[in-house]
């Protein structure tokens, strides 16, 4: 019977592959958190336009906005306790001024939006 246990070398290598793994998840966890909850920022502007934009072969709904010079989506977002996307939609009325809350980054190459979070109106 041959009873081998690990060599020294087998355990670290071990050690870094799990350190490598674990860090990239926590990169891309990251990553994603700071994309869709970073950059918190104040917008003033007029709607000028609101559609709906739906992805041909899913059932996903994204809620547009054109606001000024820029387009905002309106999306849930689970770790800010935001749930009533639909609702802030509703809210929102072209010609109308509002004062907006929005987090994340603009990235055209892949379709992603400012995210609105809170509306104020302003008269």
Known sequence: MNNKGFTLIEVLAT??????????????????????YGNEQQVTCIVKEKWIKRASSKEIEKYLVACGD???????????????????YARLEKGKKYKLTVTGYRNGYFSSYQNINEVEEIN
Request: with cysteine.
């Open 15 to 36: 050690i870094v592959i799990i350190g490598i793994i674990g860090g990239l998840i926590f990169g891309i966890c990251y990553w994603s958190f700071n994309w869709n």
């Open 70 to 88: 820029e387009v905002y989506q309106i999306t849930d977002l689970f770790y800010k306790g935001k749930f009533n996307s639909s609702n802030i």
